[in-house]
């Protein structure tokens, strides 16, 4: 069965832009989790989504903000768009929230010039 | 606070011989303990998931190993090849009981095996 789908794969942004990262889970997973992967911080938490609803939310400002539709598919926003969120963009799929089922996704990469 | 930590930072081998990653652990309660391997520029790929109960998982030349109570975990890498080549991650997971995939994620070991 597929794996998780993210899109786009690369980007490059202008400061001050905004972006928008799509993540589609694998077939019947209706949690996905976000995460900014970066040299120096290394895997940060983002959000969470389950059942179209946010569980959870890290500590990143209000201009990072995601969404999660009927058919489980998230998308991640980011605005006014600065040099700092040049990373590597993770989405992670889930069966439900036991845990025990995690899978990423390839990731996107966004360049902030 | 709920920590981990990994240690070494990086490590190079020569192709063939085998290496351990060590994984320590603050979180507590703990449901379960897993090792990712990424490779650069992708996303991690799960090797081991072991649950609070379980002692020691393989997966081909990966083998984890927990200790619960002493909040340790290795990884050993046999027969190193080049494609090993990666960042090996550990991942605990709190109680699921808190309604939610919380993963709290290591700084992850950087292994480069040369041949």
């Known amino acids: 069965k597929a794996g998780v789908t993210q899109t786009p794969r690369y980007l490059i942004k202008t400061r001050g832009q905004q972006v928008t990262l799509s993540c589609s889970p694998i077939?019947?997973?209706?949690?996905v989790s976000w995460y900014q992967q970066t040299p120096g911080q290394g895997l940060q938490f983002l959000f969470e989504?389950?059942?179209?609803?946010?569980?959870n939310k890290g500590n990143f400002p209000g201009r990072f903000s995601g969404r999660q539709f009927s058919n489980s598919r998230s998308e991640m926003n980011v605005s006014t768009l600065e040099l700092g969120d040049s990373a590597l963009y993770l989405c992670?799929?889930?069966?439900?929230?036991?845990?025990?089922?995690?899978?990423f996704g390839e990731g996107s990469w966004l360049t902030v010039v | 606070k709920n920590q981990v930590e990994q240690s070494p930072q990086s490590l190079i081998i020569l192709e063939g011989k085998n290496c351990t990653l060590q994984?320590?652990?603050?979180?507590?309660?703990?449901?379960?303990l897993r090792w990712y391997k990424q490779d650069t520029g992708r996303g991690p790929v799960s090797l081991t998931i072991?649950?609070?109960?379980?002692n020691t998982k393989s997966n081909g030349r990966y083998t984890a190993t927990l200790d619960a109570d002493t909040k340790q975990s290795s990884l050993h890498i046999t027969a190193s090849q080049l494609s090993d080549s990666a960042s090996y991650i550990c991942?605990?997971?709190?109680?699921?009981?808190?309604?939610?995939?919380?993963?709290?994620f290591g700084a992850g070991t950087r292994l480069a095996v040369h041949p």
């Open positions: 992670a799929s889930s069966l439900d929230l036991s845990g025990n089922t995690i899978y």
């Open positions: 077939s019947g997973h209706r949690s």
């Open positions: 989504y389950f059942s179209e609803t946010q569980r």
């Open positions: 994984c320590n652990y603050t979180v507590s309660p703990f449901s379960n």
């Open positions: 072991m649950t609070f109960s379980e």
């Open positions: 991942v605990v997971s709190p109680s699921f009981r808190s309604g939610y995939n919380k993963l709290i």
